[in-house]
């Protein structure tokens, strides 16, 4: 999205570029431009580039960019982690959309990313690098069937593809009784979900995965009084928190938090990490010298030096800063932790050590987590229950394990074979058969 204008439509992005590097005249610009939106799988090119970038979808956004790549016809594609944080089938679509291009226009291309599935998916010869060095090459699959480098070792391992699963707990004190959420008003209210049920035990991590747009985010908007409840219940302890307000809604922050997606959007640039981490705090009437002491304690158990107080989070990497994130929303205790994609934008070794990071300090204070994601091998390292849904509705609910690597629903099964693995050989197979029930109807799947 950020690569997109929002001051412009996308067709005014696509048709510049054509006409004052390619010296395409307007009318011609317009028509390659209609012909490489068709071409990369959007069906209704003229409402798309009437579009703004925040009228459309995630993937649909990367379909655009890439439109606006292959226009210029290259040799050469750089495509720089074209799936980070892309749900799993849009990953899938984009990587297949990718291979077609390049066999047709017989370019080359040359893919920067850190997820060891989407090499073993695409990659004809692989080049891992390390601290501006490269360190090993090689043919796909002779690099992953005998790493030389301890390094490639290491990267590979930590794609979690053969992570085990966690046991499932018992008791509930979060509880979703047929929820609805509804946006707009009328005829033109968009339901986005529908009659959804669910339960969470306390210190349980319940894994939420599916699409975009399945609802997932919603879901998890909705339990923090960020989306609107139409109908049905959010009970948390026994009470109805789905429709709280005013100071009701805010007093449910100690009990209830969020760790967003983007580590790098979510801590205000213009504070420091103390600040950030007492405003909470401070919020509810505590002392300066006691705020103070129990955030040292936070940076302390998520592993950061208390000296991080004084600094400011553009001086930290990713991880660090999700470190930040995670310790903000335990400063005040809750009892639950919407975690909403936590981990998609960190690369995979650092996406290793904060996935740790949740489970151990889920061990140490009892906090419930709802897990949102799109990559089941997250949810399976991390959760004792995965949910699938689809469309607003939930489709499956079960034990991780099981639900990741033995799904009984279509479109779970669905899911599991768009998750690349980091694998050559395995990957092809799997390819294969994601490929034949990609070509299964919407209707059938449900």
């Known amino acids: 999205m950020s690569n997109l204008d929002p001051s412009y439509t996308i067709g005014h992005q696509l048709i510049e570029p054509l006409r004052r590097t390619h010296g395409l005249a307007k009318a011609a610009a317009r028509q390659r431009a209609r012909e490489v939106l068709l071409r990369v799988g959007l069906s209704d090119p003229d409402r798309v580039m009437r579009s703004y970038p925040h009228q459309v979808s995630g993937g649909m956004a990367q379909r655009v960019l890439i439109a606006g790549a292959i226009a210029g016809r ?16 849009v990953q899938a679509e984009v990587l297949e959309l990718l291979r077609e291009l390049q066999a047709e226009y017989g370019m080359a291309l040359l893919i920067v990313t850190h997820n060891f599935g989407v090499v073993a998916d695409i990659c004809d010869r692989v080049i891992v690098m390390r601290g501006g060095d490269i360190v090993e090459s090689g043919a796909v699959d002779d690099l992953f069937a005998a790493p030389t480098q301890e390094y490639t070792r290491e990267l590979i391992a930590a794609s979690l593809d053969e992570a085990e699963g966690r046991a499932a707990l018992d008791g509930r004190r979060t509880e979703v009784d047929d929820l609805v959420v509804e946006y707009g008003r009328g005829r ?72 967003f997606q983007d580590p790098y959007g979510s801590l205000n640039p213009a504070l420091t990490i103390g600040d950030i981490l007492a405003e909470p705090l401070l919020t509810t009437g505590i002392g300066a010298k006691a705020a103070e002491k129990r955030v040292r304690d936070m940076l302390d158990r998520v592993r950061l030096p208390s000296a991080s107080m004084d600094r400011y989070p553009s001086e930290f990497s990713g991880g660090q800063r999700q470190r930040i994130a995670i310790a903000r929303a335990l400063v005040r205790g809750p009892r639950l932790i919407v ?108």
């Open 74 to 89: 290259p040799s050469l594609l750089v495509a720089d982690e074209p799936t980070t944080a892309l749900d799993v089938t």
């Open 188 to 259: 033109h209210a968009f339901r986005a979900l529908h009659g959804v049920s669910l339960d969470i035990a306390p210190g349980e991590c319940l894994g939420l995965v599916g699409e975009s747009g399945s609802g997932k985010s919603t879901l998890g908007k909705a339990i923090l009084g960020l989306a609107p409840v139409t109908a049905g219940r959010i009970r948390f302890d026994g009470r109805d928190i789905g429709r709280l307000g005013g100071r009701a809604r805010r007093a449910l922050a100690d009990d209830v938090q969020v760790v």
């Open 339 to 446: 975690c909403d994609e936590p981990v998609s934008a960190l690369d995979l070794t650092t996406q290793a050590t904060i996935l740790d990071l949740f489970i151990e300090l889920q061990r140490d204070t009892g906090v419930a987590y709802l897990f949102v994601s799109h990559d089941l091998g997250v949810v399976r390292r991390v959760c004792h229950r995965v949910a699938v849904m689809y469309r607003g509705e939930i489709v499956e609910i079960g034990d991780g394990e099981q639900v990741t690597r033995a799904p009984r629903h279509p479109y779970a099964e669905r899911l599991r074979l768009a998750s690349p693995v980091a694998d050559p050989v395995a990957q092809r197979e799997r390819r294969a058969q994601w490929l034949a029930l990609r070509e299964v109807p919407d209707a059938a799947v449900r």
